[in-house]
């Protein structure tokens, strides 16, 4: 039994996608898992993998961008499987458009989910990381905090984690906890894939596109986020802190 055995992981947006190889790879490194997503129902596929596979996991429907549901989903875990040590910030939507479409609405939902929701599910799981002198704050950001066509709300939204991270490794270092973020790139996912919808491409040829420029030469799957999630989450990662690591297959500048 390896010591994050005595671990409970909470992974927001852990419903599908990247959220849900980041949930499955923790519990498949001995972790205790609960898995938020808005509706607790779209969260049974990963939970019942998980259990089926030996791991121990809870399933909780919650929007994290509301203070209430925020912090009585951060209590039921701990209720549950115990003190949650494990925070990943996965929660996001997208409302992309072009600056002179953009509406308020557009620009106020992602700000809530990204950059509000990653705020109250930290500020409502750093007690139980401080009480334990153990934390790790993994939050996902991405290549679009460098700037992206058609998303000044996504972009903005993504470089504020950024920054947030940094504060949080600065204010909660001395208690044992650290935060970091992890910033992908082209992820084949269904977020990529309502993407490719909305611009009129073909998936395949969306993928094909993205690919041509990554030099690594194929696309991102959400196992190698995972991977990386599950190195900033582990024991040996305590020294690494107020990091965003690219997972892009090449270079981001």
Not at 5 to 13: C, D, F, K, Q, Y
Not at 172 to 178: A, C, D, I, P, S
Not at 216 to 240: M, N, Q, W, Y
């Amino acid at each position: 039994m390896n010591q994050s055995s005595t671990r409970t992981a909470l992974v927001t947006g852990g419903a599908r996608g990247i959220g849900a190889a980041i949930a499955e790879r923790l519990a498949a490194d001995g972790m205790k898992v609960a898995v938020i997503d808005l509706r607790e129902e779209d969260t049974a596929d990963v939970v019942g993998r998980i259990r089926a596979a030996g791991g121990e996991a809870l399933g909780i429907g919650a929007n994290v961008a509301d203070e209430e549901q925020a912090a009585a989903a951060v209590e039921r875990v701990a209720g549950e499987l115990g003190a949650p040590t494990v925070l990943v910030n996965n929660a996001g939507i997208i409302r992309d458009n072009m600056l002179f479409k953009m509406t308020r609405d557009d620009f106020d939902s992602v700000m809530g989910v990204h950059l509000t929701g990653n705020f109250l599910m930290t500020r409502a799981v750093q007690g139980h990381m401080v009480e334990q002198k153990f934390g790790r704050i993994i939050s996902l950001s991405s290549t679009s905090a460098l700037g992206n066509r058609g998303q000044t709300n996504y972009s903005a939204a993504k470089a504020g984690i950024q920054g947030m991270t940094k504060t949080y490794a600065f204010e909660l270092g001395k208690f044992g906890v650290t935060a970091n973020a992890i910033a992908p790139g082209f992820i084949e996912t269904d977020m990529t894939k309502s993407t490719a919808e909305r611009v009129g491409v073909d998936f395949e040829d969306f993928v094909k596109g993205a690919i041509a420029q990554i030099p690594v030469a194929r696309s991102g799957k959400p196992e190698d986020i995972a991977h990386t999630a599950s190195f900033l989450a582990s024991e040996g990662a305590g020294f690494v802190s107020g990091q965003v690591i690219y997972v892009a297959g090449g270079p981001k500048t």
